[in-house]
């Protein structure tokens, strides 16, 4: 009789247990499960960095991300309910925050890392040190030609690529560079940061834009083989003859403002619970994943530069 108690106990536990479960409840916690996530192209090398090094340590976890380009990815943010976490350039505007709280959603926005934006040339162009006058009159459109740039040069038309035309970096450009202006004529876009890099190496007098992720990790065989096939620009913020007075996008630089074109990268995370969002981002902002950032040649965002030591 006792016996027959015991088991007659167990199943009914078991059935209050099983019917207290929703179907749809969410089965991922901080380290373990699946999530989907989605990320600008811009930062691909980064993300692909952090995912790799997380999964490897939570080998319950499991990492899907999308990449595509910012108008994209704030579009699946706010558009579908599976998306809880995103790496983009820019945090949400007003209006979709408050698209959000009023599905009674409160984002969590997290700056990760500053990156910058790089400009390259062809390996046959000597105007690989521009002033940021010099910037703004090529985006503006008053110089168009590299003869206009420096009348030295033995090139004639400047062609501007840039990754995407609804990317960060051509956002970026837009609003910092030409306040909000259009783009002249000669500035065109591909459709990854790899094909600027590819356009530029075969084009002498073009000029790509792309993110500096994609050209400071120094130990990515991939980064070495980019940075053959262009040079990156020196930008100085005043007329110089002084070659130290140029700078390029790297973290030194970045660090101490001497670039100027910068910009923060960041997380949005609209999980309402401590799921793989919420580890993977804490992941992300401790000392590990800001070790990547720094290898990755972007700046940490929340572990001081001098104590990240390989």
């Known amino acids: 009789m006792i016996k027959f108690k015991s088991t007659y106990l167990l199943l009914f536990a078991a059935l209050v247990v099983g019917c207290g479960q929703n179907a749809n409840s969410p089965t991922d916690t901080a380290t373990s499960g699946s999530i989907h996530i989605v990320a600008d192209d811009a930062f691909k090398p980064l993300?692909?960095?952090?995912?790799?090094?997380?999964?490897?340590?939570?080998?319950?976890?499991?990492?899907?991300?999308?990449?595509?380009?910012?108008?994209?990815?704030?579009?699946?943010?706010?558009?579908?309910?599976?998306?809880?976490?995103?790496?983009?350039?820019?945090?949400?505007?007003?209006d979709e925050e408050e698209y959000f709280h009023s599905r009674t959603y409160y984002p969590e926005q997290v700056k990760i890392a500053t990156d910058a934006m790089a400009l390259i040339v062809n390996n046959d162009?000597?105007?690989?040190?521009?002033?940021?006058?010099?910037?703004?009159?090529?985006?503006?459109?008053?110089?168009?030609?590299?003869?206009?740039v420096d009348s030295r040069s033995k090139l004639d038309k400047i062609s501007v690529v840039f990754d995407h035309e609804n990317s960060s970096n051509s956002r970026y450009i837009r609003d910092s560079i030409i306040h909000g202006k259009k783009f002249p004529a000669y500035c065109?876009?591909?459709?990854?940061?790899?094909?600027?890099?590819?356009?530029?190496?075969?084009?002498?007098?073009?000029?790509?834009?792309?993110?500096?992720?994609?050209?400071?990790?120094?130990?990515?065989?991939?980064?070495?083989?980019?940075l053959k096939q262009v040079r990156v620009v020196g930008i100085s913020k005043k007329e110089s003859t002084n070659v130290n007075d140029y700078f390029q996008p790297y973290l030194a630089y970045l660090k101490v403002g001497d670039y100027s074109l910068s910009r923060g990268v960041y997380v949005i995370k609209r999980e309402a619970r401590t799921g793989l969002g919420s580890g993977f981002l804490a992941f992300i902002t401790a000392d590990k994943g800001q070790r990547i950032v720094f290898r990755a040649g972007l700046l940490p965002a929340t572990v001081p530069t001098e104590i990240i030591k390989y």
């Open 47 to 94: 993300v692909d960095a952090e995912i790799k090094v997380f999964t490897s340590l939570y080998k319950d976890a499991h990492v899907q991300v999308k990449y595509e380009t910012e108008d994209s990815v704030f579009k699946d943010l706010l558009a579908s309910d599976s998306v809880r976490f995103a790496v983009a350039a820019r945090k949400l505007t007003k």
């Open 188 to 226: 065109f876009a591909v459709h990854t940061n790899e094909q600027v890099i590819e356009y530029v190496n075969k084009n002498p007098g073009a000029m790509g834009v792309i993110s500096a992720n994609w050209i400071s990790d120094n130990y990515d065989s991939t980064v070495m083989r980019f």
């Open 125 to 148: 162009n000597p105007d690989s040190l521009l002033t940021m006058d010099k910037v703004k009159a090529i985006f503006n459109g008053q110089d168009s030609t590299w003869k206009d």
